[in-house]
Structure formats: structure tokens, C-alpha cells
């Protein structure tokens, strides 16, 4: 798992939370730190006034409270970056997303990976692809589609810490290699 240990503990904190209020508020949790992660991805200046040991407190929950007022957050998620600001981790706000992405991700039985390719390839082939390597893995499966034209052909596979390289051009290298070494 990703992130720092701060992060780490309040994104456990807020996931226990969710957990004894339903499945439903665990999702809703979630969502709420995605969105306002994206703020803080957007406006690296709302960031730096979070760090910034200047502003107070009380300064910074007025920011964070304007931002949730125009992102509609209410109730525990509120109080948790309300929490955040009192003590002086607002800015920690994007790893503490990330954590719980994780952790969401790993109760839902969900592995997140990337797909890479020397061509871009059609929704409609997305969706095979994904529904034949959730059949191989037995579960539900994220994947992001990219395009890299240097590996020339074939695929690239990562899904968690597992890559599976069937690209060209590390078929090629392999043969370079045997080639050197007179195989």
C-alpha cells in the first residue's frame, strides 16, 4: 500500500468509519476525497495555503469549508477535513485519498491495472479484453488503456505488482540477448 503513514492512519480512521455505516457510505466517502483531491490537483495554490504554517486554523477551515460547500460534501467527510484542518493535515488530504482508493479497492475485491498497446484500441475491444482477464483472475478489474508506439507490438500488461510483457520489443531484446551470448 501506497502513501505515507499519516495518510495511511487517517484513511484507515475515516474506512472503519464507513464500514460501521454500510457499504453505501464507504462508496460516498470515497467519492467526496476524489473530488476534493482533484481541487487540490487543480489549484496547487489551495495546497500551499494548507502547508503554509501562516494561516490559522480557523483560516484554513473557511477554505476547505468553501471548497466542500461548492463540491456539496456533507456530514463524515466534512467533519473529517474539518478534523484535518484543527490538526494541521489538510494537506495531506491527496495521499489520504489515495489510501482509501486502495483501501475501497481491496474491499470490493477490485485490482486496478494498465493496459499498453502500440495502437489505440476500440471501446468495443476494451471490453472483451476486460471481461476475458476477469474471467482469468476471478475479479473485478480497472484498467486503464494507453498507447506507447515504441514497444512496436503486442501488449503490456500490469495489473498491482504484476506486469506481463508481451510487447515486441522486449521479445526482441530477449533475442539480442541470446544472440550475444551465442545461445
Do not use: H
Not at 500500500?1 to 453505501?24: E, H, P, Q, T
Not at 494537506?91 to 481491496?106: M, Q
Amino acid at each position: 500500500m501506497s502513501g505515507n503513514i499519516v495518510a495511511r492512519r487517517y484513511a484507515r480512521a475515516l474506512f472503519g468509519l464507513g464500514v460501521k455505516k454500510g457499504d453505501s457510505q464507504i462508496e460516498s466517502f470515497g467519492k467526496d476525497l476524489a473530488a476534493l483531491s482533484e481541487v487540490f490537483a487543480a489549484s496547487p495554490e489551495v495546497s500551499a495555503v494548507f502547508r503554509n504554517p501562516i494561516f490559522s486554523a480557523e483560516d484554513k477551515k473557511a477554505v476547505v469549508g468553501k471548497i466542500m460547500d461548492k463540491l456539496e460534501i456533507q456530514g463524515a467527510v466534512r467533519n473529517f477535513c474539518l478534523l484535518l484542518a484543527d490538526k494541521g493535515r489538510l494537506d495531506e488530504l491527496p495521499g489520504i485519498s489515495s489510501v482509501y482508493a486502495e483501501l475501497l479497492d481491496e474491499a470490493q475485491g477490485v485490482k486496478r491495472g494498465v493496459f499498453v498497446s502500440a495502437v489505440k484500441i476500440a471501446g468495443k475491444k476494451q471490453g472483451e479484453i476486460i471481461q476475458q482477464l476477469e474471467d482469468q483472475l476471478k475479479a473485478k478489474l480497472v484498467l486503464d488503456f494507453e498507447v506507447d508506439p515504441d514497444i512496436l507490438g503486442g501488449v503490456v500488461l500490469k495489473v498491482g505488482d504484476q506486469v506481463l510483457d508481451a510487447s515486441l520489443k522486449a521479445q526482441l531484446s530477449i533475442l539480442k540477448e541470446t544472440i550475444r551470448r551465442g545461445e
